[in-house]
């Protein structure tokens, strides 16, 4: 079969728009038209351009031109055809960058919002695998503006629906009202991605709230015997050491603050193990933490520590090993414009008011101020899970352990 006759076969299958083939073009005859076409879209002769642009194409000499076809479509104010045009394009080549762009104009012409956005932010999508034509990027900007805009509206149409019946800020769920900004595009979905385990059907949750842990008030109020601990070891030189560290008989890790001590630990219990020395200067702290429910597991679990982070630092966007756990942050020492970012909220540290949350979930965190900020840092079972599930963990994970070692 010849390349042209494939090509319509293609268009058949696709149930897109077809010229009747002109056998007697060949791709020389073609080639020439296909110039006058051009030049008769640049003098603006929209009518000349598109009966050359369908004869080209039903020659099957070449490659239709089928954006070309559409650009004199609408020059020359036939709508549906330039429409169509893009249709058979894009049903061809989903991913068309100027096709898309073009078929978003024709709805947003049309004044189909839904429609429009759809085909811009699919266009977006594209432009962000590059590279893009330089003479694309102004319609690129204008789609993001058009998507801008229209998010506006959508999202105002949105509350004034939800207020008419009732349900304005404040008079629906904090679920709900999360629901409601990932729909507006004002956040975007974080899941549980961690990097070594994953137990499924837990929900995606990125902070717990402190009122669901009815052992955390005790822990709260050992909060100032635990910071005046604290205190002489920040101010002992070399008591904390970097918090990523290289494991021996592995490959060197490749997470950016490898060795860094601007993120450092000072820890309590690690690997499943009292660190002596450490807990001896720690007594009130080790003695709060006995009645937290830590996860015993050996080799692994407890873990717990002094987490350090010095003035400027930033920790990049991360996930953690399990999403079995959840981690505590016990605030000792804070200065201002300290903060945590859990998928798609941040949240600050505030002395003496724990914040869990589930470091599976891409999170990071940042000291902007010009102080040290402290948390004392441990992890406890996630509450989903099943005592019998904890057992059967427990007892999976010392297996992994025992056969690593």
């Known amino acids: 079969m010849l390349h042209w006759e494939r090509y319509f076969v293609r268009l058949r299958e696709a149930g897109a728009l077809l010229y009747a083939p002109c056998m007697q073009i060949d791709a020389a005859t073609a080639e020439k038209m296909m110039r ?42 036939d709508y549906s055809g330039e429409e169509k045009a893009l249709d058979t394009l894009l049903a061809l080549q989903p991913r068309d960058l100027q096709g898309l762009l073009m078929r978003g104009d024709c709805h947003a012409r049309a004044i189909d919002k839904r429609a429009a956005t759809s085909f811009y932010t699919m266009a977006l999508q594209q432009a962000a695998n590059g590279p893009v034509p330089p003479g694309l990027i102004p319609d690129l900007q204008r789609a993001e503006a058009f998507l801008i805009e229209a998010k506006g509206d959508f999202g105002g149409q ?18 709900f009202e999360e629901a409601i900004s990932l729909l507006k595009g004002e956040k975007q979905v974080f899941l549980q991605q961690p990097s070594s385990y994953f137990f499924p059907r837990l929900p995606h949750i990125q902070f717990y709230e402190r009122e669901e842990f009815t052992w955390l008030a005790e822990l709260e109020a ?59 200067r720690c007594p009130r702290t080790i003695k709060a933490l006995d009645k937290v429910p830590l996860p015993r597991i050996k080799g692994r679990s407890p873990m717990a520590l002094f987490s350090l982070l010095r003035p400027g630092a930033h920790i990049a ?23 945590l970012r859990v998928g798609n909220e941040t949240r600050t540290w505030e002395e003496g008011k724990t914040l869990i949350f589930d470091d599976s979930i891409e999170h ?36 992994i352990t025992e056969y690593s070692s």
């Open 36 to 77: 006058e076409a051009v030049a008769a879209l640049q003098r603006q002769d929209a009518v000349s351009a598109k009966s050359l642009f369908e004869q080209v194409i039903g020659s099957g000499a070449i490659a239709p031109p089928w954006i070309l076809l559409a650009q004199a479509c609408r020059m020359g104010g």
């Open 222 to 280: 050992a909060a100032p015997e635990i910071r005046s601990e604290l205190q002489a070891i920040v101010e002992e030189e070399g008591a904390f050491t970097p918090y990523v560290e290289d494991v021996p008989n592995r490959p060197p890790t490749r997470h950016r603050m490898r060795g860094d001590p601007s993120w450092s630990a000072f820890h309590l219990w690690r690997e499943g193990a009292l660190v002596e020395e450490n807990a001896a």
């Open 364 to 399: 990071e965190a940042w000291n902007g101020s010009a102080e040290t900020r402290v948390i004392l840092l441990f992890e406890i079972w996630r509450p989903e899970i099943t005592d019998d599930e904890k057992r059967a963990l427990t007892t999976m994970f010392e297996a």
């Open 158 to 175: 949105l509350e004034r629906k939800l207020t008419e019946a009732g349900l304005g800020p404040g008079h629906r769920s904090a679920r």
């Open 317 to 339: 966007p991360h996930s953690g090993l399990l999403n079995t756990r959840l981690i505590c942050h016990l605030p000792l020492i804070v200065p201002p414009d300290c903060r």
